[in-house]
């Protein structure tokens, strides 16, 4: 991690709210902690005011579960999860005083380095990382083939649905399939994505932070924070997000295998 990047996560790292970090951490979560959550939500408005232990004695668990439940979302522990749920209304006055974009924040806040290490090796010890996008979306696969190719790891962009197409389905279990898509809601790459999963080709995906289609059936899911926008009727939406987030993975991959 930049040292810039550790400056402006540190600066925003409570500002990720309780049920953004339920979302981010979904694949973590087991039955016990899907009930701790469950109670959290009904009890949201006055959680501040009771204790780890009223909690476990409610759900007939143990305090040490919603302790585990509140490091999992990141919070230092209960104690912390309830203060920052309360002040989650306030949220938007403590973006404004930091004066960096909410997508920005948003996507500092989203960014696990473990996983984009974990990508960044899928893409070191593949043959070829295949850039699957479509729209707005291509020019940021045109931009990861250059950071690819700059140190010599083969990767190609298609520019139309026919090339995507046949390219998926020519791929093997030594290439990757790396999709940017925005929204995650673009049929066509959901059906590349799953039938490449059936055929044990490694998957990768870039969306917004939602749940959508395409980050349910990858491997890894990468996410940044770019909420659709129109003005008068023309889309508008905030990419910014979606670069800090590329350039970070970028990074990442070419200090760890290449530089």
């Given at each position: 991690m930049s040292k810039l990047m550790r400056k402006l996560k540190k600066k925003v790292g409570d500002m990720m709210k309780f049920e953004e970090r339920v979302l981010k951490h979904e694949f973590q979560?087991?039955?016990?902690?899907?009930?701790?959550?469950?109670?959290i939500r009904k009890n949201r408005h006055h959680i501040h005011k009771l204790s780890i232990q009223k909690v476990a004695s409610d759900?007939?668990?143990?305090?040490?579960?919603?302790?585990?439940l509140a490091k999992k979302l990141g919070y230092n522990g209960f104690s912390e999860l309830k203060v920052l749920i309360q002040q989650e209304d306030n949220s938007e006055e403590q973006i404004s005083k930091?004066?960096?974009p909410t997508n920005v924040i948003k996507t500092i806040e989203l960014i696990n380095y473990d996983t984009l290490y974990e990508a960044s090796k899928k893409m070191k010890t593949c043959k070829t990382i295949h850039f699957l996008g479509v729209g707005d979306s291509l020019s940021y696969c045109e931009m990861m083939v250059r950071h690819m190719r700059c140190i010599d790891k083969h990767a190609e962009y298609y520019q139309s649905y026919h090339d995507i197409d046949?390219?998926?389905?020519?791929?093997d279990k030594n290439d990757l399939l790396f999709?940017?898509?925005?929204?995650?809601e673009n049929q066509?790459?959901?059906d590349v994505a799953k039938d490449a999963k059936e055929r044990g080709v490694a998957t990768i995906s870039v969306t917004h932070f939602n749940k959508n289609g395409l980050s349910q059936v990858v491997d890894i899911p990468l996410y940044f924070y770019g909420e659709p926008r129109k003005v008068n009727g023309y889309n508008v939406n905030d990419r910014t997000g979606l670069?800090?987030?590329l350039r970070e993975l970028s990074e990442v991959f070419w200090r760890t295998y290449c530089v």
């Open positions: 979560l087991n039955d016990t902690d899907d009930e701790i959550i469950a109670y759900l007939y668990t143990v305090p040490n579960s919603v302790m585990r930091a004066k960096i046949f390219q998926s389905r020519h791929c999709i940017i898509s925005a929204s995650g066509r790459l959901i670069m800090i987030l």
